[in-house]
């Protein structure tokens, strides 16, 4: 789920609510999660009040026990990410869509993030591949890298890039690895 909403991603901000959240990826009772928990059923119940308020979880089953109603929750989702546009744009827009800048990269993950997002995953099949691999490439070799990277995408662009058949967006990133991931 893509929480677009600032209320949606309020309610995630304390950690007993992402343990409650997490309990009840399967249906379960306030007393359930309270007893997986260590807590009293009062206090997860405030945090699963909160939680379906934001749209999170959903009553799916009442009973009465007892005499007592006692509803049944579950997380509306697997996932949950926060839009980027929940925080904006730090320090201005740039001036320029260099895509050689790392500007231009947080642009095309935040994009395709929201992509992503907005797919039905309920259906059957989504034909999709995700590739990822290191590289090494010597400072002196860097720029012809590039441009043989660019090349083969343009040729993908070109052999695929007519107007029949089913559309798909393809996005490559490339950036360098941070020196404590290097051993």
Known sequence: MHLEQLEQAEALFKPQRIEVLRRLADP????????QLGQ???RVYYHVKRLVEAGLVTL??????RG?????????????WLSPRLVGRIGGLRKAQDELSLGYLLDLME???????ALDRAAPELPSIGVSGEIRVPPDRRREFFQDLQTTL???FSRYGGSEGDAFKLAVACYPKGEEDHE
């Open 28 to 35: 379960h009772t306030c007393g359930e999660v309270a007893e």
């Open 40 to 42: 009293t059923p009062q």
């Open 60 to 65: 799916v089953e009442e009973r009465k026990v």
């Open 68 to 80: 007592v109603h006692e509803g049944i929750y579950q997380a509306t989702a697997r996932s949950y």
């Open 111 to 117: 994009e395709v993030q929201t992509d992503i997002a």
């Open 154 to 156: 343009q040729d993908l």
